[in-house]
């Protein structure tokens, strides 16, 4: 990490290059020659990570119906405040038509089920730990006091369970004391007070060192923030709403989720095996946890609220009709709510962890026709999304206003008081590899950066492999990419950034609303639990 001139990065050792090319592919290429080749990579990027093998026959595409998510309902409304109750429990689920997956869930269900709040009406949300593991649950997006952030080491401990030690391991604070944990047992409250734009956010697992594998076994829901401006604009609504959540995911031969792990357990030992070192792909494609699914629609604009919830893959997502025609994707809004104005694409990337918020019109395709949701980076069956089925005929009286919104922050370059650089790339961690952020592995013991409340800075971040950035608590504004403009899927408040290989994006923020110690990190979700996460102290 560097402030001005000050760079630090050169305190990381090289990998060998007889290790780094034994890692594979682009991420052994960069280890050994750095980011010049990262940034002739940029041309064309590859997919960071390598894609398990499942071991059971495969559905066909575009059969199962797409599920979607329950909502929860509030247990209490009293005192101006909604309660919410969540157990996370061990289930299972039929996933592929008759085989029977074991998961960890929130609530018995893959997705978790849904909250949906309103702008400004504070909730509070109790999870309960009945898993075999400790557990953290962290608002993804969500502008949210430090204390109920869900920071990886604030840990829920089963029950059985009395120690909050770190597990032993090759780095990223594996066994380190941090004397700022907050450790409970069995429940935590989560207190979330809402005072933001309504969007779409998710929420997830973001234990220390195992966020990857518990995300992969299900640990995961969508929470939609809602407000009486965005209702007045008339958009899709009611069933035309859909929210999306892709993943992607392996099963082995017993039916269950395969998953790289050292340490099967979760327990003791994090980590994945060699060859996914740079990201673990699943060879199915799920959205609301069903495989390659179908949904009938009928002849009238629908809005999708899209989340990769994936761990490593990224997506480049076109709607295609069977007559070959591919269908404007209308952008109106990104991870942290509304755009000021519509952006239409043809093609829209979306990398792990990040939201669109895209209408797609169905009022031109025939009923009885189809339209294929597809990933261009996808190879094989991971080139298949899911489809909509135009079921009949209908009148539509939704529309999509020229104005979004008019709320959005305008922060200048010259409103700022700082500017930072970050890289993002691998190097050695205990003599091991890891994932660094300005050649340092994460630390819960040590503040990165410290930022004074209210503060506007520019971050340069810049990257060797693909590395989606996320900062908690705030959301910010992409001014460029490789020193260009930014690209037309950057508009907008967003809180997660896609860093491609080799390239280098700055953004601005203002460090608002709340005092304490946060997080910004990789959200590939390996990269996250071998080291590439960072403290940010807001005083």
């Known amino acids: ?108 269900a893959f997705p978790g089920p849904t909250i949906e709040s309103r702008r400004g009406r504070p909730i509070t949300v109790t999870h309960r730990n009945e898993l075999p593991v400790p557990t953290v649950m962290h608002l993804h ?48 409250d989560h207190d979330f007070p809402l005072d933001q734009r309504p969007t779409l956010l998710w929420y997830h697992d973001h234990r220390m060192d195992f966020t990857a594998p518990a995300i992969w076994r299900g640990l995961a829901g969508l929470h939609i923030v809602r407000d009486d401006a965005e209702d007045d604009l008339g958009l899709p609504a009611g069933r035309r709403e859909l929210p999306l959540m892709i993943t992607d995911r392996a099963f082995g031969a017993d039916g269950g989720l395969a998953y790289p792990a050292l340490d099967p357990t ?23 946890g069903a495989p390659w699914p179908v949904h009938e629609v009928d002849t009238a604009r629908h809005r999708l609220r899209v989340l990769n919830a994936s761990n490593a893959r990224h997506y480049e997502l076109e709607a295609v009709a069977d007559d070959g025609r591919r269908l404007d994707l209308v952008q109106i809004g990104a991870d942290q709510g509304l755009l000021a104005a519509p952006v239409t694409h043809r093609l829209l ?18 009923a009885g026709g189809r339209v294929r949701l597809l990933n261009r980076l996808g190879v094989g069956r991971t080139r298949d999304v899911m489809a909509f089925q135009v079921a009949r005929q209908a009148t539509d009286d939704s529309r999509i206003p020229r104005t979004l919104s008019d709320d959005l922050p305008a922060w200048r370059r010259s409103d700022a008081v700082r500017v930072r650089d970050f890289s993002f790339r691998t190097g050695r ?33 810049v990257a060797d492999v693909h590395h989606p ?62 080291g590439m996460m960072a403290n940010l102290e807001i005083i």
């Open 1 to 108: 990490m560097r402030e001005h001139d000050e760079d630090r990065s050169g305190r990381a050792q090289g990998l060998s290059r007889r290790r780094a090319l034994s890692i594979g592919g682009a991420l052994g290429l960069v280890a050994v020659t750095g980011l010049s080749t990262a940034a002739a990579l940029a041309r064309r990027p590859s997919i960071t990570g390598a894609e398990l093998r499942s071991a059971v026959p495969l559905p066909p595409a575009f059969q199962v119906p797409l599920p979607l998510p329950a909502v929860l309902a509030p247990v209490s409304t009293s005192g101006g405040a909604d309660r919410y109750e969540i157990t996370q429990r061990e289930a299972s689920a039929e996933i592929l038509p008759g085989v029977k997956t074991p998961l960890w869930t929130y609530e018995g």
């Open 141 to 188: 997006g969500g502008h949210t006091p430090a204390a109920s952030d869900g920071y990886p080491t604030d840990l829920v401990l089963p029950e059985g369970r009395h120690d909050a030690a770190m597990p032993a391991g090759h780095g990223s604070g594996h066994g380190m004391d941090d004397p700022r944990a907050v450790v409970t047992h069995l429940t935590r």
């Open 266 to 288: 979760l327990r003791e030992r994090p980590g994945v095996r060699e060859a996914y070192l740079a990201g673990v792909l699943g060879d199915v494609i799920l959205v609301n």
């Open 349 to 366: 990337p979306i990398a792990p962890a990040e939201r669109y918020d895209v209408i797609i019109d169905f009022s031109g395709v025939p």
């Open 429 to 461: 961690m205990d003599g091991d590899h890891g994932w660094l952020i300005g050649g340092l592995p994460f630390d819960p013991a040590r503040t990165d950066v410290t930022v004074r409340l209210g503060d506007v800075e520019v971050w340069r971040l």
């Open 469 to 530: 950035v996320h900062l908690h608590l705030v959301g910010f504004r992409v001014l460029s990419r490789g020193g260009r403009a930014p690209l037309p899927h950057d508009a907008g408040l967003k809180d997660t950034v896609s860093l491609r290989p080799g390239e280098a994006v700055e953004i601005i923020t203002r460090f608002d609303g709340y005092r304490g110690r946060y997080l910004f990190h990789c959200h590939n979700a390996e990269h996250e639990d071998m």
